[in-house]
């Protein structure tokens, strides 16, 4: 019966051997935005941006690579956390399978390394494990990267990719939203400097902690930001949600981004924000 | 659908016309009555007793459930109530002010749910704005100015998820409290007392010591929500809200809540006057030991005490 209502199929699917063959995966990359077809290769000479402007997602390696100088950058040691705080149901099969898919350990990566010679910590997040979920993980590994900064004097700063808390973490979870705040505050009353960079998406849990929190936040164009879902707004107020809503642009316009800052130019804008800010330090104290 | 706890609220209401029925007949129903009154402790004990994730919720929830203002104005003396976040709105869905309790001169802010449809409108369910969390943030630096320790009464859904909401910054409004919350060099006590909806609800919850109600809810979303997110199926809900550890046993076990506040039997609504005096009774004591630490231990303490959860 369910045959009699299945929609026949518009397209032959190809599905012979040789067509897979020819084309090896990740050759060509799509663009979502434009659907321009090009070299993947041609795509990370230009910073995985589109000849359009879509921004593709970055690995948190990626992310390294373009913005610090090569061969400066020392990687942490993810601190040691509890895994599956809440015993819950398959939650460690999820977290083996990502880690099998994307070479991770978890949804981010800290290090510290030198942008056109200036010092700086940075906290990466990869949104492909996990949707770069926040658990005690990310919320630890934060902590300890700010804190290294602060021991050191050095500035920070955050690539927030992550769709917020981490359900099967429950309130180990959200409680990772107080500990990376906590940190940050203390950062910041040692004079240093904080810059949030939120790229898609940055919502939820994320959202509402350390993504807002920078002397600088900025903004990849059209990266996704919000506090709430669109879905859950537009079931609760009831009316349809504007094209652009909670997009970076949309969050420049509302007064809630210093900028929106193309790929392109996040080397020199990073550069030009810590050579103004003396590598972080507190002018007043010298 | 019929609450959990329907044989002993039936059972309660039976008992309370034979009371009556005696009185007005003259006749003495007294053998029956005790015969009856420990059927009903032995149907709390057991109903009461084994209470599962979702029976909680349900109580937490419960519409007679007092409110923070009701506790205010049990446990305080001189409550006055201040308003505004000085840039333009004042959010009713979040109260706070100052007050004397037990003679000493604090700092109150919690979630306000109304009572009615019509408060509930005006407060929207307790559902705040960025202005609330502002107008929370306002007062609690005046509290810091003239050293007064602050309450912090946790009872909402979550912030709320609208449109204006997210145009004002609601997610940088409740970063910001969580950031200066951190930093604050008076002592912050924060009670659950109903439900404790996420972001929305640390927005003005991070604190030194963080207590539940018996029956209060603490979680990262609604079990509705979890459930829908998880498996795609609000129906799940109570599934959900057993896996997602959300009670304040479960909080105290995950090393989340300081302490547990007894309820009243059936729950905090059947007698407002006594769970008030059980609340203060802890409120009083944890304040004693806080108010003697100098604001670096404070401090100390409190960044421990979040770095420690989950690790």
Not at chain 1, 207 to 235: C, H, K, T, W, Y
Not at chain 1, 254 to 267: A, C, H, N, P
Not at chain 2, 34 to 50: A, F, H, S, W
Not at chain 2, 264 to 292: F, N, P, Y
Request: glycine share 10%; aromatic share 6%; with cysteine.
């Amino acid at each position: 019966m369910q045959a009699f209502f299945r929609k026949p199929k518009k397209f032959v699917t190809l599905t012979s051997k040789e067509q897979r063959v020819d084309v090896p995966v990740g050759l060509m990359t799509k663009c979502p935005k434009c659907t321009l077809i090009q070299y993947t290769k041609q795509l990370e000479a230009n910073l995985r941006v589109c000849t359009c402007g879509y921004h593709h997602p970055l690995t948190a390696a990626e992310r390294f690579r373009q913005l610090f100088d090569a061969g400066s950058v020392e990687l942490f040691e993810l601190p040691e956390v509890k895994i599956d705080p809440l015993s819950f149901k398959d939650y460690p099969e999820k977290l083996r399978g990502d880690e099998a898919r994307t070479g991770l350990r978890e949804a981010i990566v800290c290090g510290v390394g030198k942008v056109n010679g200036y010092p700086l910590v940075a906290c990466v997040m990869d949104a492909r494990f996990r949707m770069g979920s926040m658990g005690a993980a990310v919320g630890t590994a934060i902590a300890e990267a700010v804190r290294y900064a602060t021991k050191n004097g050095l500035p920070v700063t955050i690539f927030s990719a992550s769709g917020g808390a981490r359900m099967q973490e429950g309130m180990v979870s959200l409680m990772q939203m107080a500990k990376t705040s906590l940190f940050l505050k203390q950062h910041a009353e040692a004079g240093l400097l904080y810059i949030s960079c939120m790229t898609h998406p940055t919502t939820g849990g994320v959202s509402a902690s350390f993504a807002m929190l920078g002397d600088v936040n900025i903004a990849e164009p059209g990266a996704l930001i919000g506090f709430a879902g669109r879905r859950i707004i537009e079931q609760t107020i009831r009316e349809k949600l504007p094209e652009d809503f909670q997009t970076a642009e949309f969050l420049l316009k509302t007064g809630q981004l210093d900028e929106v800052v193309s790929r392109r130019d996040l080397k020199n804008y990073y550069t030009r924000l810590l050579r103004i800010h003396g590598e972080g330090t507190n002018h007043a104290t010298i | 659908m019929q609450p959990f706890d329907q044989p002993v609220i039936a059972l309660r209401e039976k008992i309370l016309e034979l009371h009556e029925m005696a009185d007005r007949q003259g006749l003495d129903f007294k053998e029956e009555l005790n015969l009856l009154e420990e059927r009903l402790r032995r149907l709390e004990r057991d109903i009461y007793g084994n209470m599962k994730a979702w029976n909680r919720v349900q109580l937490a929830r419960h519409p007679e459930r007092p409110t923070t203002l009701d506790y205010i104005r049990e446990m305080c003396e001189d409550f006055m109530e201040m308003h505004g976040d000085r840039h333009g709105y004042d959010d009713a869905a979040i109260v706070g002010g100052v007050a004397l309790f037990n003679g000493r001169p604090v700092t109150i802010i919690g979630h306000q749910r109304g009572k009615d449809t019509k408060e509930n409108i005006r407060r929207n369910f307790g559902m705040p704005h960025p202005e609330g969390y502002r107008k929370a943030l306002r007062l609690m630096q005046q509290a810091e100015k003239f050293n007064r320790p602050v309450i912090t009464f946790i009872d909402t859904k979550g912030a709320y998820p609208g449109r204006a909401a997210e145009e004002r910054g609601q997610s940088e409004a409740i970063a910001r409290n969580l950031f200066e919350m951190a930093g604050l060099r008076v002592p912050v006590i924060s009670i659950v007392i109903g439900e404790g909806g996420s972001g929305g609800a640390l927005g003005i919850g991070v604190c030194d010591r963080l207590l539940m109600l018996e029956n209060s809810t603490y979680s990262v979303i609604s079990p509705e929500g979890a459930a829908a997110l998880l498996w795609k199926d609000a129906g799940l809900a109570e599934r959900a809200a057993e896996s997602m550890r959300i009670t304040a046993p479960d909080l105290v076990n995950l090393g989340i809540a300081d302490g547990i506040i007894p309820e009243v039997v059936g729950g905090a609504h059947l007698d407002v006057s006594l769970q008030a005096d059980k609340l203060k009774t802890v409120i009083a004591q944890e304040l004693e030991e806080l108010v003697r630490l100098t604001p670096e231990d404070l401090i100390l303490q409190r960044t421990e005490k979040y770095h420690q959860i989950g690790t």
